[in-house]
């Protein structure tokens, strides 16, 4: 019998601080799959990305690493992070972080009800839900709901189903705008299509993004942006950052009128 390497945490931690008391009605977004912070010159690459932004979206994100310091002692941004797995050897968890420079009004997360082979470990949706403001600078009724998932992966379709939806039963009864990204894991032709269809059916709608997909992804797009209540005015992939297996997304949205 071979011994795993990680073992399950299932926690979720809050760190720094935020600096605004509501985001809107334009707000800058930043997803990236960080690959576990493993590349050279990711945390130059991430510091740089996140100047400006109030939300950012990150997946494979760890906790108890020597950068833990960039999330503890920040007072740009509050970040949630829902740990999944740890290393056995070196104690580093692993799962999704969310951070904004709005403090979350409440959160909660949600583990995958099967688990990835050989490594044995579960993934994360992490729901996030933060006040919102309008143009003249008033707090709106409404709230935004941040919906940050890193989908499993090497299982049957029926175990991804389960998975994607609870991704979709987090934001059931919300009826506010919906923010839902993450690395989907979408790399076959049946998982998308079941993705679209759960999509449709919420109301929300994939923010279109030019780019080229990657051989290591087998041709496939695995980060995606759904919206709903929320207009895009831009996108950009950053393929001049090289500190991750995915490149980062920039986008900026704006409130529907």
């Known amino acids: 019998m071979i011994k795993s390497r990680f073992s399950r945490v299932e926690s979720l931690k809050v760190m720094g601080s935020a600096s605004k008391q509501a985001i809107g009605p334009d707000m800058s977004v930043l997803l990236w799959n960080v690959f576990k912070c493993k590349r050279k010159g990711w945390q130059s690459d991430f510091t740089s990305l996140i100047d400006g932004k109030d939300l950012i979206l990150l997946q494979e994100a760890i906790l108890n690493s020597p950068f833990d310091g960039l999330f503890h002692h920040s007072s740009q941004h509050q970040w949630i992070m829902a740990s999944s797995f740890k290393s056995v050897k070196t104690n580093i968890e692993t799962g999704v972080k969310t951070g904004a420079n709005v403090e979350a009004n409440r959160h909660f997360f949600s ?26 600078g008033s707090f709106i ?56 269809e759960m999509a449709k059916s919420c109301l929300l709608k994939e923010v279109p993004i030019m780019r080229q997909p990657k051989l290591g992804h087998l041709l496939r797009h695995l980060d995606h ?17 090289h500190s991750s297996d995915h490149h980062p997304i920039s986008l900026s949205l704006r409130l529907a009128e």
């Open 225 to 241: 942006i759904y919206c709903r209540g929320l207009d895009v005015l831009d996108v950009k992939v950053h393929t001049d950052i």
């Open 111 to 136: 583990v995958s009800a099967h688990s990835e082979p050989i490594s044995n470990t579960k993934k994360m949706v992490l729901a996030t839900e933060y006040p919102l403001m309008n143009m003249g």
């Open 141 to 196: 009724e409404s709230s935004l709901l941040v919906i940050n998932t890193h989908m499993i992966n090497f299982v049957s379709f029926d175990k991804f189903r389960a998975h994607l939806d609870q991704a979709f039963q987090a934001f059931e009864h919300h009826n506010g705008p919906i923010l839902l990204a993450g690395d989907f894991n979408t790399w076959n032709g049946k998982r998308m299509a079941y993705f679209d």
